[in-house]
């Protein structure tokens, strides 16, 4: 029963999955990262550009591991259905 409620939960998550405004920002910040310019929207910017720091991280860690791979927007969703599967 556990098993039928967990695949109807991802087969919902993945027919309605959507990336959402603060998703982007998130994007914006992991590319100037691996740019070069730091934690930033903008360079240049000195300002906390990112909504979700603990999000942020994970979407660091899965860029640098594997963004050669999979672009960062199919990394967020993969994952995010990932981790609610598992909570």
């Known amino acids: 029963m556990l098993a039928l409620a967990l695949l109807v939960l991802?087969?919902?998550a993945w027919s309605h999955?959507?990336?959402?405004?603060?998703?982007?920002?998130?994007?914006?910040?992991?590319d100037q990262v691996?740019?070069?310019?730091?934690?930033?929207?903008n360079?240049?910017?000195?300002?906390?550009?990112?909504p979700s720091p603990l999000w942020l991280g994970i979407l660091?860690?899965?860029?640098?591991?594997?963004?050669s791979i999979v672009s960062i927007e199919w990394l967020?969703?993969?994952?995010g259905i990932a981790l609610t599967a598992a909570a």
């Open 43 to 50: 360079q240049g910017e000195r300002v906390e550009a990112f």
């Open 17 to 30: 999955r959507l990336v959402h405004d603060d998703a982007f920002i998130n994007f914006r910040v992991v």
């Open 10 to 12: 991802v087969a919902g």
């Open 76 to 79: 967020a969703l993969g994952t």
């Open 60 to 67: 660091l860690v899965l860029q640098g591991t594997l963004g």
């Open 34 to 41: 691996f740019a070069g310019h730091g934690l930033v929207f």
